[in-house]
């Protein structure tokens, strides 16, 4: 039973890197097959891919082998990733999922997006059957360490989220919000969020499009905006602002000949772009023309990391906290390797006892007394189960029999008696 994990985020990878590693939801299923599959590169395995990382939480034999898959999988050469890759075992990838699951690795300290995510990942895992014992007990620990954080410390305190720092953003751009139009691509749980902070500024218009227009009016309606279909995005896109993208599409769905025509067509208005989405769903020739303002995932992390500072105190009880679970968690990793040794003495013991028992019975049946039988009963399995340690002890010497001496007398909590 090793715990293992390996992946790329905000940290370490640009979204360059992070998009080409990046597991869309109709993959996932097929990805946690392969990495368990015939090649067995992992008995478990559960994936976390958000647009701020892509990591692997496995019990394996096999991490090298592993992270070297994450960049197979991809048809990327490993020499590509491995740069941005960090590789966690046991109590360093303990450690990692419940800070992430707190809110402690995140862009936006504190918050709470991601602990959903990872529960995702779990249901994911779970319904992929790769979600076993150790990695069950990983997940559900790391929610309980999440909640215990944000209950006992002010982590969440004043936290700037992604989509507040998105409209933070357009009003560098714009004097008010409420002289824009915006536009939504998608329709995911993202999307959701900012609109809700762009709406609260009350825009004079605001649409959503999406491949599926029933899933657009859902949320349109949810603040009193409009709906159309994805394919309709190019009439449209000149007639808006301020564009917020996050959809689950592996290719750029805004290329930039659509931008230029939006832009010509705005008689040149400077337009607002934020792309949410990893893998981009805006081509990031975009970001050079002149009247677009294009920000990524990556170009929030200075408006979010302002109120940092201030929740410092807050980060060193979070982690002393998480610093303790850990050690927990690894005793129950410690103990579970025991298991083998403890199941084998029982086996061991049950085939003692049944043997006495079936020769107790035939006594019985030969009509001698019960009280004679349990005696004899109760002596030979006695001398059964003691016959192996004491036959180890009389046969080592030395210091091997000084250090045999001592595991057997705590084994048998014979220190009383001796």
Known sequence: MQLFACGVNHRTAPVAIRE??????????????????????????AILSTCNRTELYCNTQEPDAVADWLAAFHGLPARD????????PNDQAANHAFRVASGLDSMVLGETQILGQMKQAAEKA?????????????????????KEVRTATEIGAS???????????????????????????????????VATHFA?????????????????????????????ALSNLPDLLSDFDIVVTSTASPLPIVGLGLVERAIKA??????????????????????????????TVDDLGEVVRAGHDSRQSAVSQAETIISARVHEFMHWMDTRRTVPVIRGLRDHGERLRRHE??????????????????EAFSRCLMNKLLHDPSHALNLADGHEREELARLIARLYNLHGDT
Do not use: C, W
């Open 20 to 45: 080409r590693v990046a597991f869309p939801p109709d993959i996932l299923p097929r990805a946690l097959s392969d990495l368990t599959g015939e090649r067995r590169l992992a008995r478990e395995a």
């Open 81 to 88: 990733v491995k740069p941005y890759l960090y590789l966690l």
């Open 126 to 146: 779970q319904d992929a059957g790769t979600l076993g014992l150790l990695l069950n007990k990983l997940f559900q620990r790391t929610f309980s360490v999440a």
């Open 159 to 193: 936290t700037v989220s992604m989509s507040a720092a998105a409209v933070t953003l357009a009003e560098r751009i714009f004097p008010s919000i409420g002289d824009q139009a915006v536009l939504f691509i998608g329709a995911g749980e993202m999307i959701d969020l």
């Open 200 to 228: 609260a500024r009350r825009p004079r218009r605001l649409m959503v499009v999406n491949r599926t227009v029933e899933r657009a009016r859902d949320l349109a309606n949810k603040f009193g905006g409009e709906a159309a």
């Open 266 to 295: 705005r008689k040149h208005r400077p337009m607002f772009m934020v792309d949410l989405a990893v893998p981009r769903d805006i081509e990031t020739e975009v970001g050079q023309l002149n009247d677009v303002f294009l920000y």
């Open 357 to 374: 028992l079936e020769k107790a019975h035939k006594a019985l049946a030969r009509g001698e007394s019960p009280e004679a039988v349990l």
